[in-house]
Each structure stands twice: as structure tokens, then as C-alpha cells.
């Protein structure tokens, strides 16, 4: 790690690293495709699309709702084959793009991520083998890379202690991920392009193994973020979120959950078009007087945000779905969403800038360029952090920041960023750039806010995960205080369903956007 560290050490264009421009793509549907053979034409569309001509695959009706985005000038091409047949059209069609095969142990989960860490590294195509003992037979006659089978693993401590001595030194030092091995396609494919480490550790596995060198799966994950440097993106998910994230922190490591995220490969690697600012509520100023109408009338300020934005496989899916519900736009709504995604999905950035109602406001996902837990993350690089997080947010016009964090593991369940310095630190740091507020937590029963470095720091209700729940959060906080900002679970809750709580309540309560109601308690006090 370097001794003296500058804030500009992480600069957005090494976020994640750049493959050539996407100049024309080939789409096949593989929703019909079997899951060993999606895992086999994963592996080979991350050698493929190492290129600029590139593969584009269609894992559900998302990805179609996609393509829309794309700059139709750029050529594409829909490859009829379907079904599993998709595998032998690729392998004639691309021969030239890999050099044989890489066999898993159906026997050993882990061997999936340790073939496909190989399959980059090797420039192999992973296949079982079943697959692989017909596959080198004619017409195709492909050599066997490696096959994993001949380790003789017993345990996955084993198999990726293996992968962790011989294979990481060869990687990509600008990326880690981890990845659950039952996933065969969506991520795997830009994990191959890019020769990322891929592993699937438990850091809830304290005991150690002698056969695996008296590691513990918590020990080795950690030798393994540590062989990374500050700023590093650790890309798709975790065993446990409280444990692996606390462990990515303390890294400096920053966190882009993308595990079931589609043609990664692709989105990364096209134009960026310019921001928009139609429908992306930057200042509410301009509405001041028509709400105050309606506001001096009511008694109770309460405003939604839903969670998750900080996923990015959720602003490609499960946002999307939100966003077609038919009663957004009606009420007024906070959206986190990822401050990366201007740089790492482009497209999807300006679809929900151009997008976006009067009633939406997007707002910045935990906890800033990335996720992080602010009291886990070492001070030597939070400045850094800060800096990166102020160019992401800038880039996609956010001035409202939701951050989780817990200074213990007692306090996971709240998740509050209650540290005093901190929340002064994120404030000094932030405001320059435009930021006008801090939102925390999602896990509380009594919201409460504070003021640092000018900037109100607000303490959320919830976590709210279905309608009844959220109405017992707003009826029982509402005996308290008067401005109520609700955290919303979104893998539950839609819009509709917010609407139909809305229905419920009484006419002396006004429903507005998370910043206008920091708006609100700040002309209070004044």
C-alpha cells in the first residue's frame, strides 16, 4: 500500500477498466439455453467480447427492453438459433477466440469459479465433463486445458486455497469478485473478458482446516482482498452481506454488487451520451410556492426512498420493473440509485435521467461511488474515497446522498451513520460539489436528524418491506415528529403499493420528495 496516498490515486476511468468500444453487436436469446450450457456460452462470450465486435445475450425480457437503449446506429445482428444449439453455432463460429476446454467437478461447487478464473486466464471455454468428453471427439477435436477433477478437492477451502497460490498472481489487479457458483451465466461472462479472480469464501468460517493448510474460508477471503490495492472494485455479492462487507471496507476495496448483471461487457464499453437534465429534480426551488399552498395545510411531512440503488444488477432489473409501475410518477419518490453508473452503464444512466418525472428524485446509493461502511473504511483513504464519490455524483447530477454504515455489529440491523466526525467529514468534503443532504440508515423506529458542515443529515424510518409494516412505521413515528422520510425495501415494494399506504393515511399528511423534505425542516428551525 502506498505510504503517502493522493485524493486523485482513484480516478473514474479505472472504476472498471475499459475494453475497446462496442462498434456492432450479435444477439442471441438464451432464455431457453440449459444451465450447463449457459455456463459453457458465458465463458466463451467473455473471450469473445474482449473485442469490439461483441455478443449480446438475452437472459430476460429486461435485456430486450434494453437494446432500445442502445444507439441504433451500431450494428446489430439477432442470430436465430435457440435453445442449446446456441453452444455448437458459437464454437464453429468462433474457433479462433479460445484454445480448448476447462473442466469443472460436478462434485465441488467451487471448481465452477476456479474454471472460470482459469477459462480467462487459459483463454478456455468451461464445460462438464460430460460435454467435454463429446466436445473432443470430431468435428470439433478441442484439447483439455485443465480439468479440475485431478486435484482430488475435497472442500472448497481447498479448491480456492489452490486457485489463491497459483492463479491470483495472474489476474487482473483492477478487480475481484465473488460469485455465488450456481450462477452460470450473467456476471461470469465479463469475468472471463477481464481475468478477475472469482471466488465464493464464507468470512462467517472461523475454524481452521488442515487440509487446507490451517486456513479458515474468513482468513483466506481475507489474504485474498488483501492482495489488492485501496480503490480496487470487488465486483458481484457475498456469502454473508454484514460479514463480507465489513471485510471489503476494512480493504479499502469498493463494492459494486453485480452478480446477476447482463452483458456487463457490453454496457461498460459503449459511448458515453451526454447527462440529461429532463425530469431530474437538481432544485425544487421552483416549486416552493406552489407547495407551500398545499403544505401550510398539513400537519405531516413524509417522503419515501426505496433502497438498493447502490446494485447495480438491480438498476438493470428489478429498478426497471419499478420504474414501469404504473403509479410512478404519481407521488412523489425517492430512487437511489448508483453514482457509478454514468461510467459503467451509460445507457442505463441516461435512461433514468431522461426518464424521470417531477415526482422522482434520484438520489446517490449507499455510501457514494460505491459501497462501503464509512467506519470500516481505513482514514487514510477515505479523503480518496470522498473525492471519487464527489466526481460520480457530480456526473450524474445527484445532490442527495444515502449512506449505511455501523460502527458495530450490534448496530448492523439499524445500519445509522451516526459517527460525528465522519458525518462531518462527508459533508465538508461533499458540499463544493453540490451535495444538500445525507440520508442514513434503514433499519430505525425513531428518525431523528442532525446538521454538519451546513448539510442535514437525517436518520431514516424503516426498513419497510411490505405495506402493513410501513404504515405502523409512519403511524407510530408521526406521534414524534412531524417530517418522516421512510426507507424502503424495493424487492418488496412497488409504487402501486406505496400509493395504496398513501390512500390510508389522513388528509393532514403531505406527501413530498426526500430533499424537500430536508427543505422543510430546515426552514423550520430558520
Known amino acids: 500500500m502506498p505510504a503517502s496516498p493522493s485524493e486523485a490515486a482513484w480516478r473514474s476511468a479505472l472504476l472498471i477498466p475499459a475494453l475497446p468500444r462496442t462498434t456492432s453487436l450479435e444477439i442471441y436469446d438464451l432464455r431457453a439455453v440449459s444451465p450447463d450450457v449457459l455456463l459453457s456460452i458465458s465463458t466463451l462470450a467473455g473471450l469473445v467480447n474482449r473485442g469490439a465486435a461483441k455478443l449480446y445475450g438475452i437472459m430476460s425480457d429486461d435485456d430486450e427492453f434494453w437494446l432500445n437503449e442502445i444507439d441504433p446506429s451500431l450494428a446489430q445482428t439477432r442470430v436465430l438459433v435457440t435453445g442449446d444449439d446456441i453452444l455448437e453455432h458459437l464454437l464453429n463460429a468462433y474457433r479462433g477466440n479460445f484454445k480448448g476446454l476447462i473442466l469443472y467437478d460436478p462434485d465441488l461447487p467451487a471448481t465452477l ?41 475435497k472442500t472448497s477451502l481447498q479448491a480456492y486455497a489452490w486457485a489463491y497460490k497459483y492463479l491470483l498472481p495472474h489476474c487482473s489487479p483492477d478487480l475481484v469478485a465473488g460469485l455465488d457458483p450456481r450462477i452460470r451465466g450473467y456476471l461470469r461472462s465479463f469475468l472471463v473478458a477481464h481475468r478477475v479472480f472469482t471466488c465464493w469464501l464464507d468470512p462467517r468460517k472461523i475454524v481452521p482446516s488442515p487440509s487446507a493448510g490451517w486456513l479458515c474460508e474468513r482468513g483466506l ?8 490495492a485501496p480503490g480496487t472494485v470487488h465486483l458481484g455479492w457475498f456469502v454473508s452481506e454484514p460479514f463480507g462487507i465489513r471485510l471489503t471496507s476494512q480493504a479499502a476495496l469498493l463494492t459494486l454488487a453485480s452478480d446477476y448483471c447482463t452483458n456487463l461487457e457490453v454496457w461498460s464499453s459503449l459511448p458515453e451520451s451526454p447527462p440529461s437534465q429532463k425530469g431530474v429534480p437538481v432544485s425544487l426551488e421552483g416549486r416552493e410556492n406552489d407547495l407551500d399552498k398545499e403544505e401550510k395545510a398539513k400537519r405531516i411531512y413524509l417522503s419515501f426512498t426505496m433502497s438498493d440503488g447502490d446494485n447495480l444488477q438491480y438498476c438493470q432489473h428489478r429498478l426497471l420493473q419499478l420504474w414501469r409501475d404504473p403509479a410512478r410518477g404519481s407521488l412523489p419518490l425517492g430512487w437511489t440509485i448508483s453514482p457509478a453508473l454514468r461510467w459503467v452503464m451509460p445507457a442505463l444512466a441516461g435512461f433514468y435521467q431522461r426518464t424521470a418525472t417531477k415526482n422522482d428524485e434520484l438520489i446517490a446509493g449507499p455510501s457514494g461511488a460505491a459501497y462501503i461502511l464509512p467506519a470500516y473504511f481505513p482514514r487514510t483513504w477515505r479523503a480518496a474515497f470522498l473525492t471519487l464519490t464527489a466526481e460520480s455524483m457530480q456526473a ?58 451546513g448539510v442535514l443529515i437525517y436518520q431514516n424510518l424503516g426498513l419497510a418491506a411490505h405495506a402493513g409494516r410501513t404504515l405502523r412505521l409512519i403511524k407510530w413515528a408521526a406521534r414524534r415528529t412531524r417530517f418522516l422520510n421512510v426507507y424502503i425495501f424495493a424487492w418488496n415494494m412497488t409504487p402501486s403499493d406505496l400509493q395504496d399506504v398513501v390512500k390510508q393515511l389522513g388528509d393532514n ?18
Not at 486466464?121 to 468428453?133: E, F, H, K, M, N
Not at 477471503?221 to 489488492?228: C, G, N
Not at 448496530?411 to 453540490?434: C, D, E, I, T, Y
Open 509 to 526: 399528511v403531505c406527501v413530498v420528495t426526500p430533499a424537500r423534505l430536508l427543505e422543510l425542516i430546515q426552514r423550520e428551525a430558520n
Open 221 to 228: 477471503l481475507k489474504r485474498v482482498l488483501a492482495s489488492f
Open 113 to 153: 469459479n476456479v474454471a472460470t478464473t482459469l477459462a480467462g486466464l487459459r483463454d478456455g471455454i468451461v464445460v462438464s465433463p460430460t460435454r467435454a468428453s463429446r466436445l473432443q471427439e470430431a468435428p470439433h477435436g478441442l484439447p483439455v486445458l485443465a480439468d479440475l477433477r485431478t486435484h482430488g478437492w
Open 396 to 453: 450524474m447530477q445527484l445532490t442527495s446522498l444515502q449512506i449505511l454504515d455501523g460502527e458495530s455489529f450490534l448496530s448492523w440491523f439499524s445500519m445509522k451513520f451516526l459517527n460525528a466526525r465522519l458525518q462531518k467529514l462527508f459533508a465538508s468534503r461533499l458540499v463544493p460539489h453540490g451535495l444538500r443532504g445525507i440520508f442514513s440508515g434503514g433499519g430505525g423506529i425513531r428518525p431523528s436528524w442532525s446538521q454538519r458542515s
